[in-house]
């Protein structure tokens, strides 16, 4: 058993700081984000779905551009190009399948 607090956050990008937990199979990111922050579009292997927590993080996923609020799900296949931009400090869940390797 791991406690969260016990995981380092790394920033990956300005504004943008996350907690990784790797399985042999999957990758779990729990992210802060900081209003302003833009994480730049881009795509990978890994299937990925994202849940938000708290704030607004308008995300565009395969050109479709969509405001998530807290509650909200999305499941992004592989290979699809998404951005985002946080409209306010946002909490934010990641997992992606097969584990997301950039991030180790």
Known sequence: MQHINDIPSREFLPGLSGKMLHGEMSTLGIWEIKKGSIIPEHKHEN???????????????GG???????????????????????LTDCRAI???????????
């Open 47 to 61: 299937e990925q779905i994202t849940y938000v927590l708290e704030g607004e993080l308008q995300m565009t996923i």
């Open 64 to 86: 479709i551009t969509s405001v998530f609020t807290a509650g909200c799900v999305q499941v992004i296949p592989p290979n699809i190009p998404h951005s985002a931009v946080a």
């Open 94 to 104: 990641d997992s992606w399948t097969p584990v997301r390797e950039a991030y180790r």
